[in-house]
């Protein structure tokens, strides 16, 4: 169960962050309010996954990483956005770092 909620957490802050590029620095409201709620219900639910027993080193590491990953994505194929191999390089290895995290035992 804590996995699911999660995701959610990394669903809803990745909905905030697209929304904070949408935004134009706050200047566009529908997008600001947005990025307020979607920011709020991922902090929520990111506790909520902690306490549902999940180490708070593998939530947060799967949390940024997943949302980095594909904030990053979202930014080059919808926000033009350019890529490059450094990225993609950067990329790799937060998801290794991820992996790593859970495979030494951090996952419930």
């Known amino acids: 169960m804590a996995w699911l909620v999660l995701a ?3 669903i809803a802050e990745i909905v905030a962050t697209t929304a904070l590029k949408l935004s134009d620095g706050f200047a566009h409201k529908g997008w600001t309010v ?19 027993q999940m180490e708070v080193g593998t ?5 940024a990483g997943a949302g980095t990953a594909i904030i990053a994505a979202i930014g080059v194929l919808f926000l033009g956005e350019t890529i490059s ?9 937060i998801i290794g770092g991820v992996v790593v995290l859970n495979l030494a035992g951090g996952a419930h």
């Open 34 to 52: 947005l990025v307020v709620a979607g920011y709020i219900a991922a902090f929520v639910l990111l506790a909520q996954a902690l306490k549902l």
């Open 85 to 93: 191999f450094a990225k993609i390089a950067g990329i790799v290895l």
């Open 8 to 10: 959610g957490a990394i």
């Open 59 to 63: 939530a947060y590491a799967v949390w």
